[in-house]
């Protein structure tokens, strides 16, 4: 089946969305509101990013948040702004939007503008940042940041802050040796840093049953001692609060780090250098846009009540 062929299949591939449960979770509409306001805004921004790929405007890397989109708006918004620390990887759009970055921000960095707030234009772009209120420039070395996470979770004990630090990444950063150094660490100290995994079952290429023996790449922590395992559906907003605020009440008794692993779906290419359809099936991509994480969320505030067709469309 050609590209073409494969996105009409797609579009008549979201009428059977997955339900969304919201777990008897009670959310004022003003706030289900605003979720749905920074979600659709990150799939624009999504969309935007690609077509100035295509334009050889900007955005020199674009590696979609697409599908990620439950797991990022619960971290970006947890994350407290010139308080906590956010450490984010290269696909946290989604997050780094409801963590306090613009929209014109967001847009310097993919065109790589001086006036970019993270690093003035010289880092690549997709790699977000805003020090001022500490969300923190990382490299694209896979989670070697779960060392820099762990170093100021470190500096925040010793100091006595209440500060915590986030530090995200996808499934394949596991398959990293630092990634658990730093785990340990934070284990072995007790500190207040939460690890979010975004697993999408793929490393560029590679599926997730050739990187790791746990599908469930958090499970390869079990056997770490004071060590918090969360896991929730990376696609539902709904369970990713539910797991953020257990993890967050497990970071606040002292007791140690914890882990979120969101299972999310990846509905784009890894990035603007790949082309998913040489290595995955049409049955596979369409299967994965019936957990849209935007469409499935719009489904539950218009089916709900929640909001009004009409409401939708003006935002």
């Known amino acids: 089946?050609?590209?073409?062929?494969?996105?009409?299949?797609?579009?008549?591939?979201?009428?059977?969305?997955?339900?969304?449960?919201?777990?008897?979770?009670?959310?004022?509409?003003?706030?289900?509101?605003?979720?749905?306001?920074?979600?659709?805004l990150a799939r624009l921004l999504d969309q935007k990013a690609a077509l100035y790929v295509k334009q050889a405007k900007g955005w020199s890397y674009h590696a979609a948040c697409?599908?990620?989109?439950?797991?990022?708006?619960?971290?970006?918004?947890?994350?407290?702004?010139?308080?906590d620390f956010l450490f984010p990887y290269y696909r946290d759009l989604m997050t780094c939007l409801a963590a306090g970055l613009t929209v014109?921000?967001?847009?310097?960095?993919?065109?790589?503008?001086?006036?970019?707030?993270?690093?003035?234009?010289?880092?690549?772009?997709?790699?977000?940042a805003k020090p001022s209120i500490r969300i923190q420039n990382v490299s694209s070395v896979t989670g070697n940041h779960t060392l820099h996470a762990v170093g100021v979770a470190r500096a925040i004990k010793k100091y006595d802050g209440?500060?915590?630090?986030?530090?995200?990444?996808?499934?394949?950063?596991?398959?990293?040796?630092?990634?658990?150094?730093?785990?340990?660490?934070?284990?072995?100290?007790?500190?207040?840093?939460?690890?979010?995994?975004?697993?999408?079952?793929?490393?560029?290429?590679?599926?997730?049953?050739?990187?790791?023996?746990?599908?469930?790449?958090?499970?390869?922590?079990?056997?770490?001692?004071?060590?918090?395992?969360?896991?929730?559906?990376?696609?539902?907003?709904f369970d990713c609060w539910r797991g953020m605020q257990e993890a967050l009440d497990y970071i606040q008794t002292g007791e140690g780090p914890a882990i979120v692993h969101a299972d999310c779906v990846r509905l784009q290419s890894h990035s603007n250098s790949d082309k998913h359809e040489l290595y995955r099936s049409v049955e596979e991509i369409t299967e994965a846009q019936l957990s849209d994480p935007v469409k499935r969320f719009r489904d539950y505030l218009l089916t709900q009540g929640e909001l009004t067709e009409k409401e939708i469309l003006k935002i």
Not at 11 to 27: K, M, Q, R, W
Not at 118 to 128: A, D, K
Not at 175 to 189: L, P, Q
């Open 1 to 40: 089946m050609s590209e073409t062929e494969t996105h009409a299949h797609l579009e008549t591939a979201t009428t059977s969305l997955l339900p969304l449960d919201d777990f008897g979770i009670s959310v004022h509409k003003n706030t289900l509101k605003r979720w749905y306001q920074l979600m659709h």
């Open 66 to 83: 697409s599908g990620h989109e439950g797991a990022q708006l619960i971290l970006g918004l947890s994350f407290r702004q010139s308080k």
């Open 104 to 128: 014109e921000e967001i847009i310097r960095n993919g065109l790589s503008k001086a006036s970019d707030v993270g690093s003035g234009g010289r880092h690549m772009s997709n790699h977000f």
């Open 162 to 237: 209440d500060e915590i630090a986030f530090y995200s990444s996808g499934d394949s950063a596991i398959s990293e040796g630092y990634v658990y150094e730093a785990i340990s660490g934070a284990a072995r100290e007790k500190l207040p840093v939460v690890f979010v995994i975004q697993n999408n079952k793929y490393g560029i290429s590679v599926p997730i049953r050739e990187q790791a023996a746990n599908e469930c790449v958090a499970d390869n922590f079990i056997g770490f001692k004071n060590v918090k395992i969360v896991r929730v559906d990376g696609t539902n907003v």
